[in-house]
């Protein structure tokens, strides 16, 4: 597994990312928590809290994800129920853009290359 880096991974580690969505993104997690919240409400609001709390670490730790395998460009975080939540960090702003937040059973390849 490659993780999200380069060679200054260090120095990095140290700064403080600001955090991101963008509209797909935030219409991934209106739709996920309207399905949760449908199919087993007590599992949205957990969801919803576990998606801010591991999005916020990458504010401080933007590198511990792996590089999404079918386009390098994006780092993807694996979350509760099979999600993954897609992002880029930009080192030159010091931001991480999530850009979508998808269940790993859809065809999340054709869904990202859309996206490109």
């Known amino acids: 597994?490659?993780?999200?880096?380069?060679?200054?991974?260090?120095?990095?580690?140290?700064?403080?990312?600001?955090?991101?969505?963008?509209?797909?993104?935030?219409?991934?997690?209106?739709?996920?928590?309207?399905?949760?919240y449908e199919h087993k409400p007590a599992a949205a609001d957990k969801?919803?809290?576990?998606?801010?709390?591991?999005?916020e670490a990458l504010t401080q730790h933007p590198f511990m994800s792996p590089v999404y395998e079918d386009d390098p460009h994006f780092c993807n975080m694996t979350l509760p129920y099979k999600y993954r939540l897609f992002y880029h960090v930009d080192?030159?702003?010091?931001?991480v853009r999530v850009y979508r937040i998808l269940h790993g059973a859809r065809n999340v390849k054709g869904i990202m290359e859309l996206e490109d």
């Open 1 to 36: 597994m490659k993780l999200c880096q380069n060679s200054k991974r260090k120095e990095r580690q140290e700064k403080v990312y600001r955090l991101e969505y963008l509209p797909l993104a935030e219409a991934d997690i209106l739709e996920i928590d309207s399905y949760l």
């Open 91 to 95: 080192e030159d702003d010091k931001v």
């Open 47 to 55: 969801f919803a809290d576990s998606i801010v709390k591991l999005a």
